[in-house]
T-cell receptor, first 114, second 110 residues
Framework: DAGVIQSPRHEVTEMGQEVTLRCKPI?????LFWYRQTMMRGLELLIY????????DSGMPEDRFSAKMPNASFSTLKIQPSEPRDSAVYFC????????????FGQGTRLTVV | QKEVEQDPGPLSVPEGAIVSLNCTYS??????FMWYRQYSRKGPELLMY????GNKEDGRFTAQVDKSSKYISLFIRDSQPSDSATYLC??????????FGQGTELSVKP
């Protein structure tokens, strides 16, 4: 398996634009996580899904952020409208089952909003 | 109070030194304690985990949990330049969320 695949690897966009980040989890994994990493705040959990169902989105910073998982092999994180403070590295991770100690991370998407 | 807290460092040591990385956590009900390693511009990878309290050893790495003080540690013996990375502790909270500490940036100088 190729691991967790995220796209794009880098995204530069202007303030106010819509940004969509994509993730393909490892086949057979039932849990999917979206994290955001910054120097100031570290790795923050935004939302996680079990069996394609959002379980906890309390980490989503505001209504500008939304995430979907239409099927077991694809998830998106959307920011609309984007702001400079959204600049960060966004990671997607998947694990075999809820509560599994090992989550496998993608390479991340480095987002810069100017 | 954050559920898990970690000193971000940075920490710089000479090659061969013993490294001690530490975290504190807030809830005595937590049972699983993980250490992830993150190289520059990569995603974190699981290094090792412990269940409940006690020690777990894997080569040069030892993970330790002290539940009485809610303290978790990672020790690296005979540190190598290839150990230079950010080390993140993590816990599963009551809601089943995988929560990370801020990470400690370690640099091992040849």
């Amino acid at each position: 398996d190729a691991g967790v695949i995220q796209s794009p690897r880098h995204e530069v966009t202007e303030m106010g634009q819509e940004v969509t980040l994509r993730c393909k989890p490892i086949s057979g994994h039932n849990s999917l996580f979206w994290y955001r990493q910054t120097m100031m705040r570290g790795l923050e959990l935004l939302i996680y899904f079990n069996n394609n169902v959002p379980i906890d989105d309390s980490g989503m910073p505001e209504d500008r952020f939304s995430a979907k998982m239409p099927n077991a092999s694809f998830s998106t994180l959307k920011i609309q409208p984007s702001e400079p403070r959204d600049s960060a590295v966004y990671f997607c991770a998947s694990s075999l089952s809820p509560g599994d100690t090992e989550a496998f991370f993608g390479q991340g998407t480095r987002l810069t909003v100017v | 109070q954050k559920e898990v807290e970690q000193d971000p460092g940075p920490l710089s040591v000479p090659e061969g030194a013993i490294v001690s990385l530490n975290c504190t956590y807030s809830n005595s009900a937590f049972q699983y304690f993980m250490w992830y390693r993150q190289y520059s511009r990569k995603g974190p990878e699981l290094l090792m985990y412990t269940y409940s309290s006690g020690n777990k050893e894997d080569g040069r790495f030892t993970a330790q949990v002290d539940k009485s003080s809610k303290y978790i540690s990672l020790f690296i013996r005979d540190s190598q330049p290839s150990d230079s990375a950010t080390y993140l502790c993590a816990i599963f909270n009551q809601g089943g969320k995988l929560i990370f500490g801020q990470g400690t940036e370690l640099s091992v100088k040849p």
